[in-house]
């Protein structure tokens, strides 16, 4: 195909509206820690670009998105971006550009699961973990769902990663969590997040942000990516609303809550994005608002310290997201129907593509994390995490 400077222009900007939701991931994460800890919070989510951007261009790529090997990993054929170059590659974009995009998605992905190790993890444990996460993880998903893989082949949506992104990190959040342990003192000290505003900052740019997450996932400047674009706000919107009228009810609206309302809305119609209009928007985010604290409700209430949710809000919600596509796809937005259109069987690939993702991430995590604690060991010595992790491990400080 012809490459179109319109279409090439639009994923250009998406892919930098993508990278600025990696730091936003920091910034609301560091929000969320103590202040002896906002370095390294903040810290992780830039290393976690870092590492994936060399990982994707060495490998990751082709894992992803070389030739289909049985259905599950891509080949080697596009190792070190082999023939990926400045023709349209992907539609009418370039062939470069398309890997770009896909590059920052594996980056936010790896980012989000920091919340498993928040104020406890090892710098050194983390990058090689990391890497072994991205390769064993997330790259097989992504050729599942997008890559020629055995999920596409069977028919499952995934317009912009309720799959690949959401439920990879929120579940392989839950298995990383199970590993390294609590942190020291939870559920005995106090654990509020030191700066709130610090947290919300970080959710506006998030929300900015999923405009070229989702509306970017359309890779062409168009009707869909507008569609796109308005059901991801409406979603963000309602998920916002509800998890401030759910908290409300238990005493006090919270702000916290509002802007974690409205991440997991924008997590919920990532993979329905470009298959629903905006009414169906509505209650998915709706849905993903409530559901999605209740299920941080759920954690508290076992003890599990999974400091930050990724689990509750990406994990749970990506999961409702993938099910809720193969209920609400319109065949007029994006040419799939789903069961309020009959479509059994669309609901039923939804079912088994979200399914799959839970498990494989959840089991390949919690082996990963094994390993390198037992060969490097995930957290810090007990003095290192009363100190902090800014103090140990980068010897610095986040308000001198």
Not at 53 to 72: E, M, N, P
Not at 215 to 244: C, E, H, K, P, R
Not at 357 to 381: C, E, P
């Amino acid at each position: 195909m012809v490459l179109d400077s319109g279409d090439t222009a639009w994923v250009l900007v998406s892919t930098a509206m993508v990278m600025l939701m990696i730091p936003g991931v920091g910034l609301f994460y560091g929000g969320l820690v103590r202040k002896k800890d906002v370095v390294s919070m903040i810290g992780l989510s830039f290393l976690a670009l870092a590492l994936v951007s060399v990982q994707w261009v060495l490998v990751g790529y082709s894992l992803s998105f070389g030739a289909d090997v049985g259905g599950f990993i891509g080949g080697l054929d596009l190792l070190g971006l082999k023939g990926v170059g400045m023709d349209a590659g992907e539609g009418t974009i370039p062939g470069l550009l398309f890997m770009a995009f896909q590059l920052v998605f594996a980056g936010i992905t790896l980012a989000i699961i920091t919340s498993a190790v928040a104020e406890r993890v090892r710098i050194g444990s983390f990058i090689v973990f990391g890497l072994l996460w991205t390769t064993l993880v997330y790259d097989p998903l992504a050729h599942w769902a997008w890559g020629g893989g055995w999920a596409g082949q069977l028919g499952a949506l995934d317009f912009a990663g309720g799959t690949v992104v959401h439920i990879s990190s929120g579940f392989g959040a839950l298995a990383l969590a199970l590993v390294i342990g609590k942190r020291i003192g939870f559920g005995d000290h106090d654990m509020e997040p030191h700066n709130i505003p610090m947290t919300m900052i970080g959710a506006a740019l998030l929300w900015f942000g999923w405009f070229g997450f989702n509306a970017g996932s359309a890779l062409a400047a168009d009707g869909l990516a507008a569609s796109a674009f308005v059901v991801t706000n409406v979603s963000a919107s309602a998920g916002a609303l509800a998890w401030l009228f759910a908290s409300w009810v238990r005493g006090k609206p919270s702000a916290l809550g509002m802007v974690s309302g409205a991440i997991a809305g924008l997590v919920a119609i990532t993979p329905a994005a470009g298959f629903v209009d905006p009414l169906s928007a509505l209650v998915i985010g709706g849905v993903a608002g409530v559901l999605c604290y209740r299920a941080l409700l759920f954690r508290v209430g076992r003890g599990l310290d999974e400091s930050l949710d990724a689990w509750a809000v990406h994990g749970v919600g990506g999961l409702w997201g993938a099910v809720a596509t193969g209920i609400f796809a319109v065949e007029a937005v994006g040419g799939a129907s789903g069961l309020l259109q009959g479509n059994v069987d669309q609901f039923v690939a939804q079912v088994i593509g979200a399914v799959a993702a839970v498990v494989y991430a959840f089991v390949v995590t919690y082996a990963i994390a094994k390993v390198v604690d037992a060969t490097m060991g995930l957290r810090v010595t007990e003095d290192e995490e009363y100190v902090g992790l800014d103090i140990s491990q980068h010897g610095e400080k986040a308000y001198a």
